[in-house]
């Protein structure tokens, strides 16, 4: 599937694919220039007259589907049983247009609906124009259309291009400069139909030719969209939690991006546009910048921003009357992919983060794209759970019980799906990983409660529960069946630092405890134990002997030790290492010494100490200074995603870079979360079953 999207899946239009029936034969004879269009037609109609989404009803697409095949087979006076069929539809829900959801409006109704009718009528199609509904909708598009400057439509591209059929008296010599290089005017089928009726252009017929061939007979709400099918898969796969099966997948798809990708004017749905929108353009920056991908080296790929932003407001379309919550939900998730001094991506979180935190407590959550099972869970996840808090288990769990799979549905000027993106293979695919990595973790679980007891940690004033804590932290983070190694050994390493700095600090030890032999030798044995315990596990499994670096990593933390602050200034790297090392991405032993390396383990170690701190309960000089803290944990996260995101950092690998990352990530989680959310996630995630729908 990932492999064969070429240009991008859609479901076919009965609009559109009407639209393209009414072309007449271009050799001049009365006859059809596209008849399996018409055959589409006939073979897809509703049992109750209707055409088109069959199982979502919206009155608005319904109407336009079926209007626009009843004005087809009345052109070409075929089949009147299903065209009789079809203006009884409309008479009889016509009504319904009073009681329509108006966030679920297809796009440019207003505009389209009544050319439609206006093609009724002069076909004498019965439907009842003068019907106060009818009536208001032409009045509201005459008001539309009066507030249009005619010099946009020609001048400049617009939205408008992918609506031109709902014009009239254009100029078509004017708006031909603004095709599109494929031969389309913004991949719209039935815009571009409209304007080959007008204008016989031979690049349009092309394009028409090749979509009815492609799609069999019928034609898509837009064509091509390969850049949406892409980025969004991506997107769902990432968010389900099995984007590490597609790595290769995803670079092939992500190097088509970024070949179409525009600094100037960012990106639409199909490639080689020249009008894109703010959707696309979030979704492609970060996915690109997650990726490592260097668009144009030199320049911030953020720039492009600056075109969709008036003000303190952000748009997804210029001119634009009401916004998509899930664009700027979008845009959110794009802002926080930040690095240091991206002013654009500071005004764009503000905004869009107020937006957000509207919408939900307004219950205004209804989008104009897309039809989806939970947008409000989504964005109260992406509220509650910040892009720098999210633990990649703990994303999937919940998107896995957000995402529509097949079900979902994306509004245009009519309602279609997008199989590339919203599909149920995705959806049981990722609930079997799932399954199948929690059944390895809850394993895990009762092992490292083993070793925990064995070792008589308890001795050290260490409880179960921040065992279970730490071994979520390393299970939501590290969770691929076959990465047990490196889970394990960051969750033990959290435990190995609580005995070490809990013994010489004595927050939890009596004195008599921390003076006895006993108690010494045994902290010395753990420590030894779990040393040899790791370097023999790795060797076993990848033959790299670990046994001196990991003793050094070890050495020179414990050497900080008695200065408690020390200590735990560098636990972030030393966590960072052993993971790294049992992980067998540290594959030169030098890489420790090189500039890059030192750069971000010392900005690693900065960040989480200061958030380390910011969890410490009664920490009266971290509350007097938690603004100040706060904006400099912020802009110390952002250092982090810089060198790790940033390709410039070379003489890393991007495994060790990720590590670095993901730890960062754990403990700004621990330091944003509540005790509460903390727990539900442990639960929902380690022990709660994902139930399968029957």
């Given amino acids: 599937m990932l492999n064969d999207m070429k240009d991008g899946r859609s479901s076919v239009s009965p609009y559109d694919t009407a639209w393209v029936a009414l072309i007449k034969d271009i050799n001049g004879s009365d006859r059809p220039q596209f008849p399996s269009c018409l055959e589409w037609i006939i073979e897809n109609q509703h049992s109750d007259g209707s055409w088109g989404e069959q199982f979502v009803f919206c009155i608005y697409d319904r109407l336009l589907n079926t209007l626009a095949c009843v004005v087809a087979l009345t052109t070409w006076n075929i089949t009147p049983e299903k065209r009789n069929k079809g203006v009884l539809f409309i008479k009889e829900n016509i009504c319904k247009l009073e ?18 009718l206006d093609k009724a009528q002069h076909l004498d199609i019965d439907i009842p124009y003068n019907s106060p509904v009818l009536k208001n909708i032409c009045a509201r598009r005459d008001m539309k259309l009066k507030r249009i400057p005619k010099d946009v439509v020609h001048t400049i591209p617009t939205t408008l291009l992918f609506s031109l059929e709902g014009f009239c008296d254009l100029d078509w010599k004017r708006l031909l400069k603004l095709q599109m290089q494929d031969g389309s005017f913004l991949t719209s089928i ?118 969709f932003k008036d003000g303190d407001n952000f748009f997804c379309l210029m001119g634009e009357t009401d916004k998509s919550p899930t664009a700027m939900y979008n845009l959110y998730r794009c802002s926080q992919v930040s690095f240091p001094g991206e002013k654009i991506l500071e005004d764009a979180n503000k905004f869009t983060h107020n937006f957000l935190q509207h919408c939900l407590s307004n219950n205004q959550s209804l989008d104009k794209w897309l039809i989806a099972k939970d947008i409000p869970g989504e964005i109260r996840y992406a509220l509650e759970v910040p892009w720098y808090a999210s633990l990649p288990r703990v994303e999937a769990r919940s998107y896995l019980e957000q995402y529509g799979g097949a079900n979902d549905i994306w509004i245009g000027k009519t309602l279609h799906r997008m199989p590339d993106i919203s599909n149920n293979v995705y959806l049981e695919a990722a609930k079997l990983d799932y399954n199948k990595c929690q059944s390895q973790h809850q394993f895990e679980w009762t092992i490292i409660q083993e070793w925990f007891t064995q070792w008589n940690f308890q001795h050290f004033g260490i409880s179960k529960k921040e065992l279970l804590e730490d071994y979520f932290l390393g299970a939501t983070s590290i969770f691929e069946v076959e990465r047990s190694r490196e889970r394990l050994a960051w969750a033990k390493s959290l435990i190995m630092c609580k005995m070490i700095t809990s013994y010489f600090t004595q927050e939890k030890p009596t004195t008599s405890t921390k003076n006895s032999n006993e108690t010494r030798q045994m902290l010395l044995n753990n420590l030894l134990k779990f040393l040899h315990q790791l370097s023999e596990e790795t060797y076993e499994t990848l033959g790299k002997d670990i046994h001196l670096q990991l003793h050094y990593a070890w050495g020179t933390w414990l050497m900080c030790v008695g200065e408690e602050k020390t200590a735990c200034q560098i636990e972030a790297e030393l966590l960072v290492r052993t993971i790294n090392l049992c992980g067998g991405h540290m594959v030169d032993d030098e890489i420790i010494s090189s500039t890059d390396y030192k750069n971000i383990s010392k900005v690693t170690n900065k960040v989480c100490f200061k958030l380390q701190n910011r969890k410490v309960s009664g920490c009266i000089s971290c509350k007097e200074n938690h603004n100040e803290s706060s904006n400099e944990v912020e802009l110390e996260m952002k250092e982090v995603v810089k060198l790790v995101l940033d390709n410039s950092s070379c003489g890393i690998n991007k495994d060790m870079k990720n590590t670095f990352l993901a730890v960062a990530k754990s403990f700004y989680y621990i330091a944003h979360v509540t005790e509460e959310l903390l727990n539900f996630h442990i639960s929902k995630v380690l022990f709660e079953p994902l139930e399968y729908d029957s």
């Avoid at 966030?103 to 439609?116: D, H, K, R, S, Y």
């Avoid at 139909?193 to 709400?221: I, S, W």
């Fill in 99 to 116: 009681r329509g959801n108006v966030e679920n409006m297809t796009c440019g109704f207003e505009i389209v609906f009544p050319a439609l």
């Fill in 190 to 307: 039935a815009s571009t139909a409209f304007a080959f009726m007008e204008t016989n252009d031979p690049n349009c017929l092309r394009y028409l030719q090749r979509v009815v061939k492609k799609y069999n007979g019928g034609a898509p709400h837009s064509y091509p969209v390969d850049m949406q099918a892409r980025l969004w898969a991506i997107d769902r796969l990432q968010r389900l939690g099995i984007s590490y099966y597609f790595e290769e997948e995803f670079k092939d798809m992500l190097d088509h991006v970024q070949r179409y990708w525009n600094q100037d004017i960012g990106i639409f749905s199909g490639r080689n546009s020249n009008f894109c929108d703010i959707d696309d353009t979030c979704m492609a920056i970060r996915l690109l910048r997650l990726y490592g991908y260097d668009v144009k080296p030199g320049k911030s790929i953020v720039n492009v921003l600056y075109k």
